[in-house]
């Protein structure tokens, strides 16, 4: 017979996760947390968004925490997150498509 740990995050009596190490629980635990920081400040800020959106947007900050920390300290996407975009459009135009050299050599015959 073999015994397992599993370590469970719950919250609010409900079970939200289960995992096969402490680590991996607490992270989600802290994530989590930082969840419901976002989601209380978006409430306070903004009333008019509904409970329900508010946590969706919280968790969706929590769960991005690096993109979010990279745009607030340069204002631009992280470049993950650019690249994403790019496959994610199948239907951009060429401009999009062309390779990023070609983009800085029309930028500087525009110029």
Do not use: C
């Amino acid at each position: 017979m073999a015994v397992e740990t599993k370590y469970v995050v719950v919250r609010k009596g409900e079970e939200k996760m289960t995992f096969a190490n402490k680590k991996d629980a607490d992270a989600w635990d802290k994530m989590l947390d930082m969840a419901d920081a976002f989601t209380d400040w978006l409430q306070q800020h903004q009333p008019e968004l509904g409970e329900a959106q508010a946590e969706a947007l919280g968790l969706l900050l929590a769960e991005q925490k690096d993109a979010v920390q990279h745009i607030l300290r340069t204002s631009k996407l992280p470049d993950i997150v650019k690249e994403d975009e790019v496959e994610a459009a199948p239907e951009a135009s060429a401009e999009t498509e062309a390779p990023a050299p070609e983009k800085k050599v029309r930028a500087v015959k525009a110029a």
